[in-house]
């Protein structure tokens, strides 16, 4: 099983960039994908999720209506649309899969809002 995540980076304030997280090993299309993040000196928190069949769920209250989950079922990659950033923002962005053969966690890809 692996989940790569990319497109994390130097990002500037109202930066929009997309996270990517490409799977593969299990089941993509039968799985809840989510993200998370964890700031510096935080404790990693949920973002948002999407189910199998693509519907997305609760999002956190600090991300509602700036970021945007979707996935790609042919190419067994969910994404994160992120829209407004702020420097709170700033966190190692982390892709977790919960399938029918266990739970996963990407490693990572940091992303920093800084002007």
């Known amino acids: 099983v692996q989940l790569v995540e990319s497109g994390g980076g130097l990002v500037q304030p109202g930066g929009s960039p997309r996270l990517s997280c490409a799977a593969s090993?299990?089941?993509?299309?039968?799985?809840?994908m989510s993200w998370y993040r964890q700031a510096p000196g935080k404790e990693r928190e949920f973002v948002t999720g999407i189910t199998g069949a693509g519907l997305s769920i609760n999002y956190v209250d600090s991300v509602k209506g700036r970021f945007i989950i979707s996935k790609e079922n042919a190419k067994n990659t969910v994404y994160l649309q992120m829209n407004s950033l702020k420097p709170e923002d700033t966190a190692v962005y982390h892709c977790?899969?919960?399938?029918?053969?266990?739970?996963?966690w990407g490693q990572g890809t940091q992303v920093t809002v800084t002007s």
């Open positions: 090993g299990f089941t993509f299309s039968r799985s809840f």
């Open positions: 977790y899969a919960r399938s029918g053969v266990g739970d996963y």
